[in-house]
């Protein structure tokens, strides 16, 4: 246990539905990020949020839209994906964005986008 | 079709054996390193660190090396055991303190 919650753990869904995945800490860290893993490219950094404000977007589509409600929460809204977004998408938080910060991952959520 | 899953190298060693496993990074500028390690179904665990002014780092049954002249940091696992086995990742602190992650390197554990 890392203290770093995902859920679900297993999505599937069609390219015209929406779903929302969630990630939640337990360790009062104030960095919250989001990753893709996919079989065919390393561990991708999607967004990055210090303090509730996002610092990163990583080129990202529009059709994935991060949420963050506090430091404590992280939420990835998902709209009219592809089948090429199919992956293992990780959260991860730290004590805060800069240097020297180990960040602990959530188990992830994996996504099939039919 | 079928998709082609992502060819990472491949580590085999004997059980009880040390394991030594690579990473090359690109940025003179890095000052961190971190090695993860992932396990089937899990996400990555931070395993040891190490800050550009040290070149050695040890840990419980693990060294981490850094080579600043050629850009180059190992991981030495001492006696692996089958639950070494997992994917293991090193991560630089790149530009805007963002961590860039390797594609990875598969470590096989034989009894």
């Known amino acids: 246990e890392t203290g770093v919650t995902q859920t679900p753990r297993h999505l599937v869904m069609g390219m015209t539905n929406k779903k929302s995945l969630k990630c939640e800490q337990h360790?009062?860290?104030?960095?919250m990020y989001w990753y893709k893993q996919s079989a065919k490219k390393p561990l991708e950094l999607m967004f990055v949020y210090n303090f509730k404000e996002q610092t990163e977007n990583n080129s990202v589509p529009s059709r994935f839209s991060p949420e963050c409600p506090n430091s404590s929460h992280l939420f990835l809204h998902l709209h009219t994906l592809q089948p090429e977004d199919s992956a293992l998408y990780l959260c991860?938080?730290?004590?805060?964005?800069?240097?020297?910060?180990?960040?602990?991952f959530g188990p992830g959520t994996r996504l099939t986008v039919l | 079709g079928e998709s082609v899953g992502l060819h990472l190298p491949t580590l085999s060693v004997q059980e009880g054996d040390n394991s030594i496993i690579n990473c090359a990074y690109s940025n003179s500028a890095s000052d961190y390193f971190i090695w993860y390690k992932q396990e089937s179904g899990k996400g990555p665990q931070f395993i040891i660190d190490i800050r550009s002014n040290m070149d050695k780092r040890q840990g419980q049954r693990v060294t981490v090396l850094l080579n600043k002249t050629v850009k180059h940091l190992s991981l030495q696992i001492a006696a692996t055991q089958p639950g070494d086995s997992a994917v293991y990742f090193c991560?630089?602190?790149?530009?805007?303190?963002?961590?860039?992650f390797g594609s990875g390197t598969r470590l096989l554990v034989r009894p």
């Open positions: 991860a938080s730290c004590p805060r964005e800069g240097l020297y910060n180990e960040q602990f």
């Open positions: 360790l009062g860290h104030n960095a």
């Open positions: 991560a630089d602190l790149g530009g805007r303190y963002k961590l860039i």
